[in-house]
């Protein structure tokens, strides 16, 4: 708070002390005092109002842990060939600045021939945990890329929501994803 909603405050609070000597003392029923008591409780509840938007346009920051495992998935279509997998485990290092995220992320597939996938994130994140951004694949001759929307537990330990992006044959796939912490182990 600056000087002059601390001196408001200060003002405030001396000068209620004041009015509530004078209700004690019996005058109570003097219109100036009423007035006085009436105008009181109207700067009070703007000093509460303006505690509260300053906490509404204020941005709370989230700390994110800095290295997860990871599990994507995606549910297989007709057109999947045999060594297509539902599902990637890697790890994921992540950096944060502010509300920005940046990281870089591995994995492998479960399928019968595994695939090794490895890519970057970047994006977001606001004080309600919702974790926003876009991820690339940066293998050579790899042009996968999309977004993605998370939400940080009440833990703050593992984040989980939906990936999407393009995929081979140009279709576009979505899933699940989930982060989980490995920065306590």
Same mark, same amino acid.
Request: proline share 4%; glycine share 10%.
């Given at each position: ?79 999947? #060939? ?5 599902? =990637? +485990? /890697?790890?994921? !290092? ?8 940046? $990281? ?19 994006? #977001? ?5 919702? =974790? +926003? /951004?876009?991820? !690339? ?8 890329? $999309? ?39």
């Amino acid at each position: 708070m600056g000087f002059v909603p601390v001196l408001i405050v200060d003002l405030v609070v001396a000068f209620g002390s004041s009015l509530l000597v004078a209700l004690v003392q019996g005058r109570g029923d003097d219109p100036v005092v009423r007035a006085a008591f009436a105008a009181f409780f109207v700067g009070a509840l703007l000093i509460n109002r303006q505690e509260a938007i300053t906490k509404m346009i204020t941005p709370r920051k989230r700390r994110l842990p800095s290295r997860f495992r990871t599990t994507w998935t995606y549910d297989a279509d007709e057109t999947d #060939s045999g060594d297509a997998s539902p599902s =990637v +485990e /890697g790890e994921l !290092r992540l950096h944060q600045a502010n509300s920005y995220i940046w $990281g870089k992320g591995d994995g492998k597939s479960s399928a019968p021939i595994p695939k090794r996938f490895e890519y970057r994130v970047s994006g #977001s994140v606001n004080g309600e945990g919702l =974790v +926003e /951004g876009t991820w !690339r694949s940066t293998r050579k001759h790899a042009n996968y890329y $999309g977004h993605f929307q998370l939400y940080l537990s009440h833990a703050g330990t593992s984040l989980e929501g939906k990936w999407m992006g393009n995929a081979e044959g140009n279709r576009v796939r979505m899933g699940i994803w989930r982060w989980d912490s490995i920065d306590d182990e």
